[in-house]
């Protein structure tokens, strides 16, 4: 595609519910980042992909939250058991190379905009 | 751990000033540096990107500088625009990872 396309825009949930939210990134992206952007909060690193492989998780606020990406394309973010304080923004990034030299431009999606009541 | 540090936190400039937007880092290792832009309620939009073999960096009216030694960026906008009014953000990459700064809001007065 043209942009990096994220699903749903925005998303309303009753607690202790499961989300989850898609990613397509630009065609030929190898590498795949989540962020998350809570309400007057920076950007917080969740999760990268390098291809299908998740090198990093640690940015995961905890074991509800889960991800993963197939086919070296679409990648899907999973929240188990949604509490409050996981409402926020969640955004999509993409990128052709990650680290190193020469290092790719970040793209960003529009973000999926998650309120947990 | 990489902190990144944007200042001033708000702008508001009358239309037609420069705008001068500072980032700072505190790891000098650095790959690269990427200044973005945030609307309201809207994802990040990529202005510039400078490797870090790059000094500076210009698109149009923006320009971006970088002083890797130094742990510090600027992104000079000329001849402000009241569709310049956003959010600026600069990141960092670290190996895989990008660090962002808080940003700074930007409101350029008609």
């Known amino acids: 595609g043209a942009g990096v396309s994220q699903s749903p825009s925005n998303k309303v949930t009753e607690k202790g519910k499961d989300v989850e939210l898609r990613c397509d990134p630009i065609?030929?992206?190898?590498?795949l980042y989540w962020y998350r952007q809570s309400l007057g909060q920076g950007l917080e690193f969740l999760i990268y992909f390098q291809g299908n492989s998740a090198p990093d998780k640690s940015g995961l606020p905890s074991d509800r939250f889960s991800a993963e990406r197939t086919g070296g394309s679409v990648s899907t973010l999973t929240i188990q058991r949604t509490q409050q304080e996981d409402s926020a923004v969640y955004l999509c990034?993409?990128?052709?190379?990650?680290?190193?030299?020469?290092?790719?431009?970040?793209?960003f999606g529009e973000g999926s905009r998650l309120t947990v009541l | 751990k990489q902190e990144v540090t944007q200042i001033p936190a708000a702008l508001s400039v009358p239309e037609g000033e420069n705008l001068v937007l500072n980032c700072s880092f505190t790891?000098?290792?650095?790959?690269?540096l990427q200044w973005f832009r945030q609307d309201p309620g809207k994802g990040l939009t990529s202005l510039l990107l400078i490797q870090s073999s790059q000094r500076e960096q210009t698109s149009g009216r923006l320009n971006a500088s970088l002083d890797k030694s130094s742990g510090r960026s600027t992104l000079y906008i000329a001849a402000s625009q009241p569709g310049d009014s956003a959010t600026y953000l600069c990141a960092v990459t670290n190996d895989y990872k990008l660090s962002f700064g808080a940003g700074t809001t930007v409101t350029v007065r008609a």
């Open positions: 065609s030929g992206h190898t590498a």
């Open positions: 790891d000098s290792a650095i790959y690269n």
């Open positions: 990034a993409s990128s052709t190379s990650v680290g190193g030299a020469g290092a790719g431009e970040l793209f």
